[in-house]
């Protein structure tokens, strides 16, 4: 059972990155999948989240309008669009899988915006 988040890199500000959250072991449809980031010497914080049917987002006020959560439940992955990156957008983010009773978080990945 594994959670992978990847797609992070360097990018200049007001690029764009797409970070993927795959799983493999289980299904991803079952959870509720949230992206969350943690910048040096700050704590992890909420960034966006997606229902496990999909209807249901909620994103940080600081990353409306910009970011996009979205799944693809047939590949079993849950993808999150970043535009218009800014310098305080650089963080590690991770993905988290949760349910009731059991609940995943995959390694990070860099996201590292350039002013």
């Known amino acids: 059972v594994q959670l992978q988040a990847s797609g992070g890199g360097l990018v200049q500000a007001g690029g764009s990155l797409r970070l993927s959250c795959a799983a493999s072991g289980f299904a991803l449809e079952n959870y509720l999948i949230g992206w969350y980031r943690q910048a040096p010497g700050k704590e992890r914080e909420g960034v966006s989240c997606i229902s496990s049917s999909g209807h249901s987002l909620d994103y940080a006020d600081s990353v409306k309008g910009r970011f996009t959560i979205s799944r693809d439940n047939t590949k079993n992955i849950v993808y999150l669009q970043m535009n218009s990156l800014k310098p305080e957008d650089t963080a590690v983010y991770y993905c988290?899988?949760?349910?009731?009773?059991?609940?995943?978080w995959g390694q990070g990945t860099q996201v590292t915006v350039s002013s």
């Open positions: 988290n899988a949760e349910r009731i009773g059991d609940g995943y």
